[in-house]
């Protein structure tokens, strides 16, 4: 203990100063704080276009061939106002590779990773700070290169998210949109690399003394584990886009099938490459958001987790599984029958860390003593929005069940309830708890509820929506549903999925609205709001340059809420680093005391 | 709301919509139970005067740990291996069991396009490429009671061919061949879709499945041959490879 107090008195010295100059401390600065707000800022932006693309979507198949109120004239002038197939089809495509890769990664990895992650370990800055800015701004490139492929001759890309070959190669899409949608892919993956590489060394090395594992909060713990599937197979991805462009740019043929079997390249091959990073991507995103979610639940019912080592455990299972399941992604293209069933029975398997997960959830909250503030609220919407998204899961894992419903929008109602649903929910809980640390003001609670029950209530009826028309049969990436006559009967429900999805995008109004003026004017935010006993909280709020004045040094857990010896204290919960007085000899105790073998 | 499954018109969707069913019954069970225990403590823990604080537990108590493992295991159980083994015997006995040693097979060579399908239905002679060929555009027509037994490959992406009320797909991928089968049971004209999104006129590409009695198939059979030994052109046949070695 001796040497760990020096160790931190040693560091205490060696603060650095803060930089000076606009662009040293706004720009291009190297402090993690600063950094996770501008992925904030980029992701929000880039999460407001995709969302404005889904609306656009969303008309289409309300109204199929109607010209578009407002903006049609602006942005689909030489079609009279309409949004013609391609302009469909570039939109769906734009609309998934923002929303996954610039919208929702950088929000929650890049902003609240880098934003939380030194503070909750105790730390001053991330393992390797210049790389971190040069994560931004490889993001930022990625961006820029993106921007671009909307204005190139021959249109943007237009061969979905998934990019699948040979749709994606000259074969399909001659353009140079794909050429940049590829490139903008790759920086992207690079920035993310990038991100993944010191997230990972900054848990390794920054943690502050007595930070052991299992006092970590699951916060961390979720960008940890994110962050190592990251750095795993984001290689994979980039490996994909770089075959794909030397296909498109040097006329190689990876994925480009000879005139007959056997020869030439594979089309196959694309989708084992952008399965084998795909699958895992769904869990690199939606770990963070566990984490979060976890921690933010045991906070808000003023309760220590539930299994704390369970949870821990069961979030390590899913990254282990999850790189072994992907192939549910291709049950339709003929593969052997020994490999479709065991792909089929490993993605079950991940059922089980799964349901131990929300197990753990709903142990926390019982008998607790639950506070339904803002961030609460997301939580538990995420919770809700969760167990459908992951039980709608099963039904494509299943191979027969997935024979009919593969490629419907039953899939698409599924991921989103994950992806957009419960990602979105858990994001915003991220925003309401934290804004106060990030930039030292309240939220307005009044408007953050407001804003939660009209983005609960469309979203799940867009999205359960979607499950109801994919089961009823429709296909995705459909233009005009109404070209068969077996879908023509779900006109009806397709335009109030889109009366749903236009609610859901202007309660979002509520939020900027919010968000900007709480920026300005909202009531100065305390050190530590929600009483509760993370390192991030014992700072200023907003934090310091330096972040603390002393490395703390932790003795407990993340989550001593209610905790029995914070009753002398006036108060129901133990920061991590706070040291208690010794008590005179209770004549009789406070509580129950811990049990022996708790992490205390 | 009505919320119906397309007609199933074939002789193993029901083993598919028996799948489905299974999953919505067991899934809705879990999910109501969890919402239910989600509102109890909702309801009844909620802070309020002279409630502000929780059980201080860590959960880890060997009788917790047990509680959630045996809930996840009898989950897992119930859920998932039930259905595993269920499917697995469905795509053993039934739809991974191709009728290549059937004589009574009507087999079909597909060919995926942006964006069409191309059927071709060898003649009396059981041979493809031949002049007796029944070449037919974005038409399947397929005698009921008898297994059709297709094999598809694309020319330029990947296509997949969907048919709801048969509640089965399968890709047709550049380079690759490959097969599904199916049987109808019901007369009718049913819709052929494609599910895999194949470029800016994939939603166009459609096409109509006529299923008839055996008889009628014959007697449509035979003026189509009549039809194609009176058009057959050597160019034509290019469009066909042999059944055979295409597996």
Known sequence: MTAEVEASDAQADEIPPAPKGFLRRFVFSIDHKVIGRQFLFLGLGFLAIGGVMAMLIRWQLARPGAPVPLVGKLLFGPAGGVISPAAYTALFTMH???????????????????????????????????????SFWTMFAATAVLTASFFVPLGPPEAGWTAYATLSTAIGAPGPGQTL??????????????????????VLRMRAPGMTYLRMPLTVWGF???????????????AAMVLLFFDRVLGTQFFIAGTTPGAGG????????????????????????????????????R??????????????????????????????TGMSPLLGESFMLLTMIISVPTSLLVLSWLGTLWRGAIRTATPMLFCLGMVFTFGVGGLTGLYLADITADMYLHDTYFVVGHFHLIMASALLMSLFAAVYFWFPKMFGRMMNEGLGKLHFWLTFVPLNLVFMGQLVIGYEGMQRRLYDPSVYDFLKPLLPLNRGISHAAYLLGAAQFIFVLNFFWSLAAGARAATNPWEVGTLEWTVASPPPHHNFDRIPIVVRGPHELSHPAARLLGRDWLGQAEVIEPAPAPSEPAGPAPAPGEPA | ???????????????????????TLTTGIAFAAALGFLLAALIFHRARAGRTRGHHTHGIRSRDRALMFTVALVMFVAIDVTLALRTSRDLETRFWRYPDADPTALRVEVTARQWAWTFRTAGPDGRFGTADDVVTLNELDIPVGRPVYLKLRSRDVVHSLYLPNFRTKIDAIP?????????????????????????????????????????DYREWLARAETDSRLRYDQATATGAWDWETGK
């Open chain 2, 175 to 215: 380079g690759m061949t490959t097969r599904l089968w199916f049987q109808a049971t019901e007369t009718g004209r049913f819709e052929i879709a494609c599910a895999q999104f194949c470029g800016v006129s994939h939603y166009k590409m459609g096409g109509l499945l006529i299923a008839r009695p055996e008889p």
């Open chain 1, 181 to 202: 949608w590829v490139v903008a892919i790759y920086l992207n993956g690079a920035s993310s690399v990038m991100g993944a590489v010191n997230y990972i060394t900054t």
């Open chain 2, 1 to 23: 709301m009505h919320i119906v499954l397309p007609r199933d018109a074939s002789l193993d969707g029901h083993l598919v919509d028996g799948a489905i069913g299974y999953l």
């Open chain 1, 224 to 238: 940890f584990l994110t962050s190592i599937l990251n750095a795993l197979f984001v290689p994979v991805l980039a």
């Open chain 1, 303 to 332: 309760k220590p987790v539930f299994g704390y080592r369970v949870t821990v455990g069961s979030l390590i299972g899913v990254v282990v599984l999850s790189t072994v399941v992907y192939g549910h992604h291709m049950f339709t």
């Open chain 1, 96 to 134: 998934g590779t923002i929303m996954i890769f610039f919208a929702v990664t950088p929000v929650l990895i890049g902003g609240f990773g880098n934003f939380l992650l030194p503070l909750m370990l105790g730390a001053r800055d991330m393992a390797f700070p210049r790389l971190n800015m040069a």
């Open chain 1, 266 to 301: 594979d089309p196959i091959l694309y989708q084992h490459l952008f399965w084998l990073f795909g699958h895992p991507e769904v869990y690199i995103l939606i770990l963070p958001a566990w984490g979060i979610v976890g921690d933010l639940l045991a906070f808000f019912a």
